[in-house]
């Protein structure tokens, strides 16, 4: 496995992509492995596509249902940001299926999102915005009697875009522990990409519908390449990046599952014909993939232009005999861009499913930490000198080094970044800076007198070190679960964070809009519902959208 | 009103912030109202008083002496008790500690709500540590006693305060509206709790998520426009 000081640093985090054992590629292949069924179970929506659905799905243990929420929204009001109360559809994931009282009950609250109180019936709060680039252009199309050109359905990837989805007990919806118990929700976030799974359903199905509506027996139905093009949309901030922090065994255990089959891959001896073959055709079509990939953003697009040369390169290199893979991946190390690197990581594990797949299971994690009072100052420092030698070798004295601080505003509790020197309310900063508090506990060990005192009585006497002093010492076995890098520093760019984590969730095309916001599209290239459970329903990775044009088109 | 247990252990965690407590100690009182839910006693409440004299001033982190085999911890000058918001988890993990010393003796005086210490007892030490909890009639004083012995949490009486190794010293006997008597009992934790949620009074939940309202920053035009790093609308 790559050593934690390779792996937890910001910049590689920022180049992560989907992988086999990305949390949506496991769940559509449970899907499959387990033949769910999702069927449409009502569909009370007017002419002009307000109203209310659902969509409910079989699993060998129970059912669960999406009640989605249609409603019309002035665009004046359509902001992706926490700050908006107004969406153009809102969805909760229910346990079983919803009766007409609940229904009811669920029209009250939840399209008011966070300002309704949801039940312990309820798995997941969700809402979306209507692509306005595409929503319309499509419905337009198919009420006309013609299908969307392919080239724009495939510049935007999707025609709602989440703008969050909430679960693990938020507003009152069911806790985590609750959703666990069901072994088909065990996984992280099984959940709510469940919802944004079945969020894709209806929102097919909504252009449809309204299509229908508008263009009489004129229209035509959005055609199943097409459906499969268009994904779901999310736009994420900051509100990714502290929840990394705050969940280090969880970012330990995705880690170490997925160094864990980069390392299996890498240790094959010797690779048959058909797994340099898979290899290879799965290398073709990152490549297109990678063409296919428009930003505005400068810096990405610089990325995806270097990306797209190192595949070249990739493609060009021989395989080699002995240890292919680890040859591959070792020369790649020395020779391509980071964002190349992991590409390729993630392209290794997919031929090789019998040695990766098993992992998907090992994601969770328990969180329970506690402090062990008993060990001696000496060994804190020793553990801190071991584990967060990174965090001591920051100059924290070097202009910029505590450039920002991370708050929660009072607008609708919006996680954001402030200038220390510049904003208000630095006072009510989150915890976020580790490297700092590893510092200045450190400076505390140091200059206590006894050696041999314990950690509780340490503690006792200095409070304000509690909560950065049960981190260190739950970090040792928990080698990952660390961003190595200062998350107050000026040059530190949020996105990295956003993007590693979304990259776990199996989110591709990522587009930032700045520095610390960022699209994706989620699910595109997915098998629809009626496909679910063919055999070939894994093979979704790194989809390429025949007929569009493979454009240099981003504005480098 | 009807609450998800994250939301009760998230809501006390950071309305501990809110007043002041330190981010650690925050993170143990999230897992003690965690536990009073779990065993059916009155979360809510218990922090919200706890930190009600947090922020009055009443309560503090106050004083403590430590020898080889004591501990002594008294709220010290200017303030009428012992937080058990502030302090919970730091004394149990002294407590921890005095464990395996038979001979050893720790006292808290005066803890502002004991059943409060009770829990940050309960979540925050080992799972083979035990208390034994005797709880007296009013005016008098409530016995924590540890014990590395025997599993459960048991009620117990006279004797056992006599012996006890450890023993605190409170200044009131109630919890929030619940008053404790002589035939307290600790019930088991409720393992279905987490299917179903809390239910809790309305008024004392808001008064709570005020205290948790106090680490949020208000907004500014600036911070509105280029905290979050987006625009304000997204008209794609």
């Known amino acids: 496995m790559r050593p934690p000081h390779v792996v937890m640093r910001l910049e590689r985090m920022g180049s992560l992509h989907q992988t086999r054992i990305s949390f949506m590629r496991s769940l559509v292949r449970r899907m499959n492995r387990e033949k769910w069924t999702i069927e449409r179970t009502q569909w009370d929506v007017n002419e002009l596509g307000y109203g209310v659905a659902v969509y409910t799905v079989g699993t060998p243990e129970r059912s669960y249902s999406l009640v989605a929420f249609s409603n019309e929204l002035d665009d004046a009001d359509r902001t992706d940001r926490v700050i908006a109360e107004k969406w153009d559809a809102t969805f909760a994931l229910v346990d079983g299926i919803p009766d007409d009282a609940d229904i009811e009950r669920l029209g009250r609250c939840i399209p008011l999102q966070e300002a309704g109180r949801c039940s312990s019936s309820e798995l997941v709060l969700s809402r979306a915005n209507k692509s306005v680039r595409l929503f319309d252009y499509v419905v337009e199309c198919l009420a006309d009697g013609r299908q969307p050109e392919i080239q724009r359905l495939a510049e935007v990837g999707y025609l709602m875009r989440t703008t969050a989805v909430y679960g693990n007990g938020k507003f009152g919806l069911s806790d985590r522990e609750k959703v666990m118990r069901e072994e088909v929700m065990c996984s992280p976030y099984r959940a709510e990409l469940l919802s944004v799974y079945l969020i894709r359903c209806f929102t097919h199905d909504l252009v449809d519908h309204v299509a229908s509506m508008r263009g009489g027996g004129r229209s035509v139905k959005l055609d199943k390449q097409r459906k499969t093009i268009l994904g779901i949309g999310n736009a994420t901030g900051l509100g990714m990046a502290p929840y990394l922090h705050k969940h280090p065994a969880l970012l330990n255990n995705w880690i170490v599952a997925r160094e864990t089959a980069l390392g299996r891959v890498r240790a094959v001896p010797s690779a048959t014909p058909e797994k340099v073959e898979r290899f290879r055709m799965l290398l073709e079509r990152a490549a297109e993939h990678v063409h296919q990939w428009r930003t505005d953003d400068a810096l990405q697009c610089v990325r995806i232009e270097q990306l797209s040369k190192d595949l070249e390169h990739i493609r060009n290199r021989p395989i080699d005999e002995h240890y292919p893979w680890h040859e591959l991946m070792q020369w790649a190390e020395t020779s391509l861009s980071m964002e190349a690197q992991e590409m390729l990581a993630s392209l290794l594990m997919e031929p090789y499913p019998e040695l990766v797949d098993e992992l998907e299971c090992t994601m969770g994690a328990d969180e329970s930490v506690s402090i062990h009072p008993d060990a001696t100052v000496r060994e804190l420092l020793d553990t801190i000198e071991q584990s967060y030698e990174w965090a001591l070798q920051i100059d924290f004295e070097q202009a910029g080094a505590s450039h920002w601080f991370w708050y929660v505003s009072k607008e609708k509790l919006e996680p954001r970044i402030g200038v220390r020197d510049d904003d208000t309310g630095a006072d009510k900063e989150m915890p976020l800076g580790v490297a700092v508090q590893a510092q200045r506990v450190y400076a505390d060990l140091k200059a206590t007198r006894n050696p041999h005192q314990t950690v509780a009585v340490f503690l006792a006497l200095h409070p304000q070190h509690r909560h950065i002093v049960r981190r260190i010492q739950n970090m040792v076995c928990r080698p990952y679960g660390e961003i190595q890098d200062n998350l107050l520093d000026e040059h530190m760019r949020p996105i990295d964070m956003l993007r590693g984590k979304l990259s776990f969730f199996g989110a591709t095309k990522f587009d930032p809009k700045s520095d610390r916001w960022t699209r994706i599209t989620m699910y595109q290239g997915a098998p629809l519902p009626e496909e679910l459970h063919a055999d070939d329903a894994d093979d979704w990775c790194f989809p390429v959208i025949e007929g569009m044009e493979s454009a240099a088109s981003n504005p480098v | ?236």
């Open chain 2, 1 to 236: 009103m009807h609450i998800s247990l994250n939301e009760l252990m998230l809501t006390c965690q950071k309305a501990a912030r809110g007043t002041g407590i330190a981010e650690g100690a925050a993170e143990d009182l999230r897992k003690a109202a965690l536990w009073l839910a779990l065993h059916g006693f009155p979360a809510v409440d218990s922090v919200y008083d706890a930190l009600v004299a947090v922020e009055s001033g009443v309560s503090a982190y106050g004083e403590f002496t430590l020898s080889d085999d004591a501990i002594d911890w008294h709220p010290g000058c200017g303030a009428e008790g012992l937080s058990a918001a502030s302090i919970g988890g730091a004394a149990a993990d002294l407590f921890t500690l005095f464990l395996p010393n038979e001979d050893g003796a720790a006292c808290l005086r005066s803890v502002d709500v004991p059943l409060l210490q009770l829990a940050q007892f309960a979540a925050n030490m080992p799972a083979t540590a035990r208390i034994l909890i005797r709880w007296f009639d009013q005016n008098s004083r409530i016995d924590f006693r540890l014990t590395a012995g025997e599993l459960g949490l048991i009620a117990c009486k006279g004797a056992a305060y006599a012996s006890g190794r450890f023993q605190f010293e409170v200044s009131q006997h109630t919890c929030g509206n619940v008053t404790v008597d002589d035939n307290f009992t600790v019930v088991a934790e409720d393992e279905n709790m987490s299917l179903r949620g809390l239910d809790v009074d309305e008024v004392i939940w808001e008064k709570l998520k005020a205290f948790a309202d106090l680490t949020l920053v208000e907004p500014t035009a600036r911070s509105r426009a280029l905290g979050a790093g987006a625009g304000l609308d997204d008209n794609d």
